[in-house]
């Protein structure tokens, strides 16, 4: 099965920091997807972005399928921003998988 | 509010008791899943329905059975469960099974005693 990697595994920032996540997947994808869980294990859906960049607010995200990665930037991050954030991928009908994730926490 | 509802979002149960974890989705898609989150694990798949009728089960546990009464609804049936079962329990939906992003619920945090 397709093997998707996260880095990195823990990210410690301060309030204001511009951070970016990376995902790297080891096989085709038509479905990628970034995830943001809460403390309280809310799963958030941030981007559906099997290819290209796509921006909403503070947060973008680029997907270079060609080379198998995809990366994750926030910027002025904020207390709120603190969880894990996961990418997940899919080829076909195959099952989404995840990464193990990137820690964030925000420090004010 | 994702589209995606599941309750009860916390349940404490006995290792003799039945229970059921539910979801519901208000955003029309075909297929539906469950996944086990447990402490220092990746999420697992464990059940998928696609337009009702149950194509995948990762080899699952017979204490925990999955109910999907149309295209809207999936039911998590838990009897007899063990304390390593504690976990999250999260539900998500997608247009189709081979298709679109998947929008999850906010899960149901299940403790076995």
């Known amino acids: 099965g397709i093997q998707v990697e996260q880095s990195p595994p823990d990210l410690i920032l301060q309030e204001g920091a511009n951070s970016t996540l990376r995902c790297n997947f080891s096989d085709s994808v038509n479905n990628l997807q ?3 869980q809460n403390p309280w294990g809310q799963l958030i859906n941030l981007f559906y972005i099997p290819s290209g960049t796509k921006q909403n607010g503070r947060l973008s995200a680029t997907t270079v399928a060609t080379e198998r990665y995809s990366l994750l930037y926030i910027s002025s991050s904020q207390t709120t921003d603190s969880g894990v954030y996961f990418c997940a991928v899919r080829f076909g009908n195959e099952k ?4 193990t994730g990137t820690r964030l926490t925000i420090i004010p | 509010e ?22 519901e989705q208000h955003l029309g898609h075909n297929a539906m899943y469950w996944y086990k989150q447990s402490a220092k ?8 329905y696609s337009l009702e009728e149950r194509v995948e089960n990762n080899s699952v546990p017979s204490r925990f059975s999955p109910e999907c009464p149309n295209s809207s609804h999936l039911f998590l049936h838990l009897h007899t469960l063990q304390p390593e079962d504690s976990a999250l329990y999260l539900c998500a939906s997608s247009p189709g099974q081979g298709a679109g992003g998947y929008t ?8 076995v005693v």
């Open chain 2, 41 to 48: 694990k990746p999420l697992e798949l464990m059940f998928v």
């Open chain 2, 2 to 23: 994702t589209g995606v509802t599941q309750t009860p979002r916390h349940l404490v149960m006995g290792m003799t008791n039945k229970k059921s974890l539910k979801c």
């Open chain 2, 104 to 111: 999850f619920g906010s899960g149901t945090r299940l403790t």
């Open chain 1, 34 to 36: 970034w995830f943001h």
């Open chain 1, 96 to 99: 989404l998988t995840f990464g």
